[in-house]
């Protein structure tokens, strides 16, 4: 009789692991299924996450084709050989510095062109040749007086309507109405380029030279010189008041409402358009303390109001990044809190802090509507000499050639916003090469 219990048990058993194992087989059928839909998920995931950045990449890489496609001719200019004779008898009858410099330039075109008579015609062969070819002339006698009473080779710049012809941006199959060189002036065009007078050559008038109404004559150092001063400004200023401001709020300041309502406030203050910075700026600095206006000086005090949430920010979380073993450590071995601060976490917090004041400062530096509400706006031909000179920036001075007519200033909009890149593209590797140099991980 125990013999057939026992059996009867271990059928049981038997049917029992049996059951819990076909159960188990189940959950784990289950489970396989719901980690081979996870896995399958994730890699969906990480697909549409590689599709973001290559369409991202894409799209940045077309924005750089294009701007670059219309920027890199203005790195060249159109010159015309003129044989030009300093005639001693107009150069002398006022200062070297006020002579008329245009006449002897007409001279010449007349020279080369004698079958030119009429006004009308005359004026239209005056007109292939860069109102700024005088200028030349006089800077060439001042630096050499002994030319006077010679006849001298002298590439002067073309007009910007011939520069754009010569670059292929004017279409010589147009009837004469719908461009802006007529059939006589490419006539004299193609003499040119026949006896080996017309040549395109590196435009080292777009680097060296101020604002101006030819195109031809405008360059970008004047707004260059404005935007380092202004940001010279913007960095004596906004990076020892950041960084003492983060270190008073976050090592120093007591936790209470009026702290939190700073920080709430600073925190605020980072996502304020710029251009409310540039009516404060306008109220504040022009209209009540009556600083010059359009000069780097106003510029720099405007966008430090503006970068200064940005560094503060950053350098808050560059000290909350500093292990708490540090400043117990320091204090452990008698440091007072001011030498705890000082010699130890503010040298580990550094390289954060710096970061965030770069990328700050190349924001600062591709800002316009701040810069327009306090005159920056203004037509400036002279290069800066100080940080009240009247001035503009490279971003406004971009938004001004931007609302020209003429051809010649959409090459060089786009290479002003080539030039801009190169800088904010620069600042922002070595804000990522100042991190991974100094950074230290715990």
């Not at 077309?62 to 200019?77: D, E, N, P, R, V």
């Not at 030279?209 to 031809?216: K, L, V």
Request: include cysteine.
């Amino acid at each position: 009789m125990w013999c057939a219990n026992i059996v009867s048990s271990m059928n049981n058993t038997n049917t029992v692991k049996s059951k819990s194992f076909k159960k188990n087989e189940r959950t784990l059928d289950i489970v396989n299924r719901g980690l081979a839909r996870r896995y399958r998920a994730e890699k969906r995931f990480r697909f549409y996450g590689l599709l973001a950045i290559a369409v991202s990449l894409i799209f940045l890489c077309l924005l750089f084709i294009s701007i670059g496609a219309k920027g890199y001719s203005a790195l060249f200019q159109t010159f015309i050989k003129l044989d030009v004779f300093f005639d001693p008898e107009i150069l002398r009858q006022e200062s070297l510095a006020t002579a008329n410099y245009q006449g002897l330039v007409k001279k010449t075109l007349r020279d080369m062109f004698p079958d030119v008579k009429g006004r009308r015609d005359k004026r239209m062969l005056y007109g292939l040749v860069s109102s700024g070819a005088s200028f030349q002339l006089r800077d060439m006698v001042l630096k050499q007086p002994d030319v006077i009473g010679r006849t001298q080779a002298v590439w002067i710049p073309a007009d910007d309507d011939v520069d754009m012809l010569i670059k292929g941006h004017i279409d010589r199959e147009v009837e004469e109405g719908g461009r802006r060189l007529k059939d006589k002036q490419l006539v004299w065009i193609d003499q040119w380029s026949a006896e080996n007078r017309i040549e395109k050559k590196f435009n080292k008038t777009f680097f060296t030279t101020g604002d101006s109404r030819e195109p031809e004559s405008a360059g970008i150092w004047g707004a260059t010189v404005g935007s380092i001063f202004t940001l010279l400004i913007t960095l004596m200023l906004s990076f020892p008041i950041g960084v003492a401001t983060a270190v008073y709020l976050e090592e120093f300041a007591p936790k209470n409402r009026w702290t939190d309502l700073i920080e709430v406030n600073i925190n605020n203050l980072a996502a304020v358009p710029s251009i409310v910075f540039g009516l404060l700026g306008l109220a504040v600095f022009l209209n009540f303390f009556g600083l010059p206006r359009s000069a780097p000086l106003v510029g720099g005090l405007v966008l430090t109001l503006m970068t200064l949430p940005t560094i503060i920010i950053a350098s808050r979380s560059a000290l909350k990044s500093v292990p708490p073993s540090i400043r117990e450590a320091a204090l452990g071995v008698g440091a007072s809190k001011m030498q705890m601060v000082a010699h130890h976490v503010l040298p580990l917090a550094i390289p954060g802090m710096l970061t965030g004041t770069i990328i700050g400062m190349a924001r600062a530096l591709g800002e316009t509507a701040p810069l327009l509400m306090i005159g920056m706006v203004a037509f400036i031909v002279d290069i800066p000499a100080g940080f009240t000179d009247p001035s503009t920036a490279l971003p406004v001075q971009i938004f001004l050639w931007a609302d020209s007519p003429e051809r010649a200033f959409v090459e060089r909009t786009s290479a002003a916003i080539l030039v801009l890149l190169a800088f904010l593209i620069t600042m922002n590797a070595a804000a990522v090469i100042l991190r991974r140099k100094f950074e230290r991980r715990w």
